[in-house]
């Protein structure tokens, strides 16, 4: 059944906008109810995605350090009340009012930069942040797998964890540079000591 889901996404005529659309192209050979049922039981495996993910190369600025960007952004559901979780999230510009607070959840991202015009990121982890999380706890605890992530790809072996890491943060301040978002995250940064602070 997931296969017939992956061949429907390839086939579509365009972008994707929901499941139920996808049921009705050629490629699909079932109901719409067999397509959710299939994605209900399927799961992902995010350990050993985030490995797989590892082994892609990083994309570098053009004088060849490493630039993370770190940031919360929401993914509003307004007028989903009954999904659970739901938070408030602070968003600009959606009507006359300077900022507003609209129900959805936030997601903490860690994204690799490339230099240049692209549409394209490389997000290296990303996080639905809870009702009891902080946004400042739950960056450092992304950033510490990600350095070390990172190490291995400045050169470092793989045997080397997270540990060892800190050990090295003068090797890694040469080649990596944190895009933290307005300050927010200053204790997460030093905190894990990417660069010292």
């Not at 793989?158 to 090295?168: C, L, R, T, Y």
Request: with cysteine; net charge negative.
């Amino acid at each position: 059944m997931l296969f017939e889901l992956t061949d429907a996404v390839l086939c579509s005529d365009g972008p994707v906008t929901s499941l139920a659309e996808l049921s009705l192209t050629a490629e699909h050979r079932r109901g719409h109810g067999a397509l959710y049922d299939a994605v209900n039981h399927g799961h992902l495996e995010v350990d050993r995605l985030r490995v797989a993910l590892a082994g892609l190369p990083v994309p570098r600025a053009a004088d060849g350090r490493i630039v993370l960007a770190v940031d919360v952004s929401p993914w509003l559901r307004p007028d989903a009340a009954c999904s659970p979780d739901r938070l408030f999230c602070h968003v600009y510009g959606r009507s006359r009012s300077a900022s507003q607070f609209i129900p959805g959840w936030p997601y903490s991202f860690v994204a690799a930069l490339e230099t240049g015009r692209t549409s394209w990121t490389a997000i290296l982890d990303a996080v639905r942040l809870e009702p009891v999380d902080d946004a400042t706890a739950v960056t450092a605890a992304q950033l510490e797998p990600v350095k070390w992530f990172v190490y291995r790809t400045l050169g470092g072996s793989v045997e080397v964890g997270v540990e060892a890491v800190g050990e090295v943060q003068g090797e890694c301040a040469e080649g990596l540079f944190p895009a933290l978002d307005g300050g927010a995250f200053d204790q997460a940064c030093g905190g894990v000591a990417l660069v010292g602070g």
